[in-house]
């Protein structure tokens, strides 16, 4: 049985190609359902985000599924094959799990180590599981997956570190404050980034937003977006007075917040730290803020140079984080390869038990006299001694080194029992037997 | 004796410095379990001397001062399991390690002059040992707390930024610290006074005893160092002085603490042998 990876990704997409091919957008769970009605392959899972739309499938018979998952993807999406055709990859077995691994880390990620992806790695299989449409390989691989993302995470600073402006702001207010409950926040400007950090501060518990705007139709819209309240600009001052945390983002050109302004709001009385993120361009902050001794003020560069700082640290990251990979990656091939010895084997003690059998049966004239419990004992005396004697051979078959090894030996053992003659009948041990019901030559 | 302890206490050391660059986990856990062993050994050495002389030994300068580092040690742990937090550990161990190299290598003869034989005494030495281990925690935390803020203000996120708790909780460790300190500062200041009224009334010529006034050097340091810590904690419930300003005070405080108890008690004190 073979894992066969098809998909797309940043890497190799464009993005309105990766939109076309997204499956996140509607159901994954139906795709994946659909999907497994339409292939012949016995395992899928469907791994959808922003950035790839992947499939995996364990396959017995890899290219005809490939061609059946490019008809799916063309039927599934409208598209015409060409128009993916040159951005989709393929990966088989140990490339393919290579992959999985790598996405589930991070390290595939467009923003590397970012922590969201092994959740939907999860999510993926959770969502294939649900519907029964995962076997023992896909379920194998993606366990595999979800400890080499949590190795990586514990073992590594790969995920460590804002690696966005908000992000870094909100990460900066934690370092001062600790925790963010209880804290007042005031945003002044109604803007894109001005919300996102505020909905940052939000889901880290602030117990208040303060929204101020020239225009306070947009400061209302924001306000009920984030769950605050609006304050009028000439109020601005006194909002100050009360918040520990001040948001600026608005688009004008000249500062708004002057060193006499904050000392007006701060004057020698304070002690608690004001944490003032300016984020806008030009400044809306004069930058003499920051002399004041208990505000501490950061402004869009100087969150960027944090970001920054951070994406070349998780570089840093990136060599001990694949090291990890190729580690399980190794172990994890070991143990798919010793799994392709599972049809010969089970051929193998199939050939084994039907002699018993047959033997058992020419005896069975000779054996009329024996009591029920004596026939049952021969029974299961026969059927210990096959046991004891596959068991040695079963290991060394599983345990071989590479892949060539075994192909030879499975060939030998195939040969020396003509187990592909009349290999076990379907239904006979589970599915991966498959292979051996064609007749062999050489 | 004492030696065991020290070691321990070292390789602690080690092992937290080795948490506090890596930030492995791992190591953390191990310098935790380490630090416990250390100071359960440090328990039993005090156990041991505490048989031996029938008191808990404090009545000579390198008895204390190990009893001061097994205090400090303890309150450190207890810190630790309540906040969580293991960052502060690369900073007290070499604290701990200092002191405890005083008695390891001149252990002292516990010598008790039959004076000081009196359970005000125990009171007003073991308080004030565990006053002064409260507010090296204080001290360390202060410091700290100055580095961190610095570095936020700069805009320099090093080092230091990454591995060092927020403001708010060193400041609130801080204050713990400085309370917890004050609280058996005062113990051990009011029953010293009491327990000299009493000693000058039972053995009226001894010199020791007539030689304690404010004008020994010991006593007045003493009395200054309450002064400072009572500011400290008056500061931050009625005017609000937390954060930097308190982080300095503590800073400051504990530096006159160790002030009088390293070269005063070694070279001036007319009053108090140690």
Redesign the interface.
Known sequence: MHLLLLGVSHRTAPVDLRERLDFSSRDVGTAVESLATRSSATESVVLSTCNRSEIYVASAEPPRAREELIAFLSDYHQLTREAFLPHLFTHEDTPAAHHLFRVAAGLDSLVIGEPQILGQVKDAFQAAAERRCTGPLLSKTFHWAFGVGKRVR?ET?LG??AVSVSFAAVA?A??????LEGRRVLVVGAGEIGALTAQHLRSHGVAEIAITNRTAAHADALASQVAGHTVAWDDMAHAMARADIVVTATGSQRPIITRADVEAVTGR?R???LFIIDIAVPRDVDPAV?EI??V?L?NVD?LQ??VH?NLARRGAEIARAEAIVAEELARFTSWHRSRRAIPTVVALRQRFDDIRRAELRRLDAKLGGLTPEARARIDEVTRLIVEKLLLEPTEQLKALPDEETQAAYTEAVNRLFRLSEDAAPPGAGDNESAPFTKPRTG | MNVLPLVLYAAAGIAYAVHFAT?Q?HAGRVATTLLIFAALVHTFVIGMQTMEVRHVPFANPSRAISTFVWLLALSYLYLETTTDERAMGVFIMPMLMGLQAIPALSPGVENIDPVLDSPWFWVHVSSLLFAYASFGLAGVLGLTYVV?FKE??K?H?GYF??RL?????LD?MNARAVAIGWLFLTVGVVVGAIWTAQARAAVPDDPNLQAMSLNDPKIFVAVLTWAVYSFAVLARQVM??????AAWLSALGFAIVLLNFLPISYFVTTSHTF
């Open positions: 514990t600073a460590e570190g900066l934690r370092k001062i404050f600790g925790r009385k002690i608690d730290p920051g001794e208990q501490f950061y100087d140079g944090i700082e | 930030r986990p961190q936020i203000k805009k996120l930024y990454t708790p927020s403001l708010q909780t609130v609000g002085w937390t954060g930097r300003r």
